[in-house]
């Protein structure tokens, strides 16, 4: 279906909407996990969660069908017999608004499908939107420029901004919390196979690297003390991949700089472990990835001092993927069975 063809549905009332959007939206709230996958119909794997370090804080008979630190989760709505909009990518919800890329453009709306409107027309590719924490900006990448970069539009509409222009290539990944700068991903490292994540001044001026060697992806906690990250890349096409090239999930403390992996740190069990990527800080101070530990691509959380994982989703068909979470940590969005 073109592109244009497609404005009056997105335009459309929440109903309409709701057809896109088998939708994964956590909040802060009083269900357990195990309220979660009966309701869901869903029973919580048996599979085991690859070990944490030993010495860790945290429990290691965490039982995952436990309390989930008052997270709930929003069940799907039944979708109407219009299927809607597929294939929509990259949501990110803040402020009451939500935004996300379909077919190379941003579009931007009300958080519950109504007033869905284009945000950027470009022949190029338009990707990965996350709104500034004060929700009147939204970061995204595109390569109307030749490449990747880095670009900014107001949530009214606009003129981008470009605010990267390396030729090795910039992606979104979150802003800083005072919506100074924007966390990115990049290959302008003095390495060749690894390089930090940057910061990318809204001024317009030379990103800067974190205190790092090298991630792939990340973001920095609401207090701005720590960051989560991957040092590996996440290729998310190399589906039920176990080795010692997963992506694995690292915290550093930005003031005294010492890191901690959490995730797959038994090099001796390396064959049994897969990707955790794409962390996110919830409000809860746990960080919160995805992981095909318990079959398909789930949400999961685990605490930055380190112990067993918990699982927060229990979807047994299609993969969670694309996730994001609001700036202030309470609401996580992402897309599966390619409706938002």
Known sequence: MPVDACAPLLRAAPSVFRALASAVILAVGVLSASDVALASGAVPAERPFPAAASGSSADSSTDLAG???HVAVQLPVAAAADPGI???RWPHVSHGRLV???HGDLWIGNADGSELRRLTSH???DQRPRFSPDGTLVAFTSNRAGTNH???????GGDPRQLTFHPSGDNVQYWTPD???VVISTSRGSEPFRTPLYLAPLDGTIPVPLPMDGASSGMIRQDGAMVAFNRKGFPFTRRGYLGNNAADLWVQDLRSHEFRQLTNVDVRANREQGHTALPMWGADGW???ISEAAGPFNLWRISPEGGDPEQVTFHTVDNVQY?????????ISSTKGFHV
């Open 86 to 88: 597929r294939f929509a």
């Open 323 to 331: 996730p994001s979470i609001i700036p202030d940590g309470r609401i």
């Open 179 to 181: 919506g100074s700068a």
């Open 123 to 125: 022949v190029a590719t």
């Open 67 to 69: 309390p989930a630190a």
């Open 150 to 156: 880095v670009w900014v539009v107001p949530v009214e």
């Open 287 to 289: 960080t919160y990835f």
């Open 100 to 102: 996300f890329a379909y």
